[in-house]
């Protein structure tokens, strides 16, 4: 029966392990793209397609597959019409994720067992947005209600973070930490590069006019994220690329950019190295965690770029070499002031391999110092998600694995922590019965607790933030 308790769940062990070690387990969603200011705030949604829609690209691209005009995805067609158009899609996704997900969310948050389609959309439209118009479904008790008791925002270095600091006075319910993530100090030859700058000397509070000022900037606002609670960073490396280059070229290249020149490939790519190298050392430092989102192929649609921007739908993954550049980065901050704790993702699952058998050159000290990411994005299915665990097991210790996150931009896609422990305990079930792990309940279901909840709890340092007893399991 589609979705039924036991879904996914296909041996005796697996639903021993989901319904008594993983389902009703707290979760630390430590990488999102949730805004802090709207969690804040604390709205209600105006109805399902706000919630739903808005800003969903996977949605975006299944209902531009299905030959939705753009009007009713991302254009002036009302919300109605708009949520007519995703009803006529789902039909369609069966045997993709998004029909699980969709369901799921249907089914969790608002008790609605229906299936969606064009017939049945008028219904669930009226009962929905009624939930929805309620108190339970502020933005922050969408949150507590999912069991979420960590939420890691994605911050630039130069927001101010004042509404986590809101939020960890008013609401203990839950922790909203925020996460640094400096893209735009790196992409030295992206349009705004300079007018971030400004942004970046206003916030540190000093002139930004050379690169060692530029460094000694980012290094205060490292400090002041330190003091607001943030333990992790985050980079988009669409493309890696290694070359050193020496201080008195990184003045000249900074100059020759803020003057409005353009940059050769080397010179961004001697930049980037540096800078990069830089802030890992700082990373460490603080002992925070490193995340590295690695080959995303972006804005792909030309015509689609200049009219919607970026992150709407027309990105897609990259195939460039990664072993070599990757491996000098890291060697290279080993070799100095040592590396920090790292989470490697890529959005080629090619890269796997790659990523694993580097990470167990570094590994030491810390139980899982370096992580093979959950599948991301387009990995982000079971089939994604099992490879992923699956090489993971082969080539390092998936009991110390921190588990999933949501990297959404929705209030509602906490169901895809649900459907990660399933297909965990999926797979773990399957060993078991096949021989290939004991049929040890302790031993199995301790593993699943961990990488659902326990290992990120502890890698993080999450409870030196004084997160609250009640918070933990």
């Given at each position: 029966?589609?979705?039924?308790?036991?879904?996914?769940?296909?041996?005796?062990?697996?639903?021993?392990?989901?319904?008594?070690?993983?389902?009703?387990?707290?979760?630390?969603?430590?990488?999102?793209?949730?805004?802090?200011?709207?969690?804040?705030?604390?709205?209600?949604?105006?109805?399902?397609?706000?919630?739903?829609?808005?800003?969903?690209?996977?949605?975006?691209?299944?209902?531009?597959?299905?030959?939705?005009?753009?009007?009713?995805i991302t254009g002036d067609a009302s919300d109605y019409d708009k949520f007519l158009a995703w009803a006529r899609t789902v039909p369609k996704t069966v045997g993709n994720p998004l029909?699980?997900?969709?369901?799921?969310?249907?089914?969790?948050?608002?008790?609605?067992?229906?299936?969606?389609?064009?017939?049945?959309?008028?219904?669930?439209?009226?009962?929905?947005?009624?939930?929805?118009?309620?108190?339970?479904?502020?933005?922050?008790?969408?949150?507590?209600?999912?069991?979420v008791k960590v939420v890691c925002t994605t911050d630039d270095p130069a927001d101010s973070l004042e509404y986590h600091q809101l939020l960890k006075k008013e609401d203990t319910s839950f922790r909203v930490f925020p996460a640094f993530r400096p893209d735009k100090a790196l992409n030295?030859?992206?349009?705004?590069?300079?007018?971030?700058?400004?942004?970046?000397?206003?916030?540190?509070?000093?002139?930004?006019?050379?690169?060692?000022?530029?460094?000694?900037?980012?290094k205060q606002r490292i400090d002041f994220f330190h003091e607001k609670d943030c333990r992790l960073s985050d980079h988009a490396i669409d493309v890696l690329r290694y070359q050193e280059g020496s201080a008195e070229e990184l003045e000249r290249i900074f100059a020759k950019r803020v003057a409005g020149e353009t940059l050769s490939l080397e010179e961004i790519t001697v930049y980037r190295t540096e800078l990069l190298s830089a802030l890992i050392g700082l990373y460490h430092s603080k002992n925070w965690t490193m995340q590295l989102h690695i080959h995303?192929?972006?804005?792909?649609?030309?015509?689609?770029?200049?009219?919607?921007?970026?992150?709407?739908g027309y990105d897609a993954l990259n195939d460039l070499p990664l072993a070599g550049p990757l491996s000098r980065l890291l060697d290279r901050a080993e070799c100095g002031q040592g590396l920090p704790k790292t989470i490697l993702y890529s959005l080629n699952p090619n890269d796997y391999p790659v990523l694993l058998t580097l990470m167990g050159c570094y590994q030491k000290d810390t139980a899982g110092k370096f992580q093979l990411g959950s599948g991301w994005?387009?990995?982000?299915?079971?089939?994604?998600?099992?490879?992923?665990?699956?090489?993971?097991?082969?080539?390092?210790?998936?009991?110390?694995?921190?588990?999933?996150?949501?990297?959404?931009?929705?209030?509602?896609?906490?169901?895809?922590h649900e459907y990660f422990r399933r297909v965990l305990c999926e797979l773990i079930g399957e060993w078991a019965e096949r021989g290939e792990a004991p049929d040890d309940?302790?031993?199995?279901?301790?593993?699943?607790?961990?990488?659902?909840?326990?290992?990120?709890?502890?890698?993080?340092?999450?409870?030196?933030?004084?997160i609250p007893e009640a918070l933990r399991s």
């Open positions: 029966m589609f979705l039924n308790d036991d879904f996914l769940l296909t041996t005796d062990t697996a639903r021993k392990l989901f319904h008594q070690h993983a389902k009703d387990m707290p979760i630390i969603d430590y990488h999102c793209h949730l805004d802090p200011k709207e969690i804040y705030d604390n709205q209600n949604f105006r109805n399902l397609t706000e919630a739903w829609l808005a800003g969903d690209h996977y949605k975006w691209r299944l209902m531009r597959a299905n030959g939705i005009p753009e009007s009713h029909y699980s997900w969709t369901h799921l969310e249907l089914r969790r948050f608002f008790g609605i067992t229906e299936l969606l389609n064009e017939e049945s959309a008028p219904r669930i439209w009226e009962q929905v947005n009624a939930k929805l118009a309620t108190d339970d479904f502020r933005r922050r008790n969408i949150i507590k209600n999912s069991g030295i030859d992206a349009p705004g590069f300079t007018d971030w700058l400004e942004r970046l000397a206003q916030a540190a509070g000093q002139q930004v006019t050379t690169y060692a000022e530029l460094l000694d900037a980012l995303a192929f972006r804005n792909n649609n030309t015509p689609m770029f200049k009219r919607l921007g970026p992150d709407t994005w387009y990995n982000d299915t079971r089939s994604g998600m099992r490879h992923q665990l699956t090489l993971l097991a082969d080539n390092s210790l998936l009991a110390n694995f921190v588990g999933m996150l949501t990297d959404s931009r929705s209030f509602l896609s906490y169901t895809r309940e302790a031993l199995l279901g301790q593993i699943v607790e961990d990488i659902a909840y326990g290992n990120a709890e502890r890698y993080f340092g999450f409870k030196e933030l004084g």
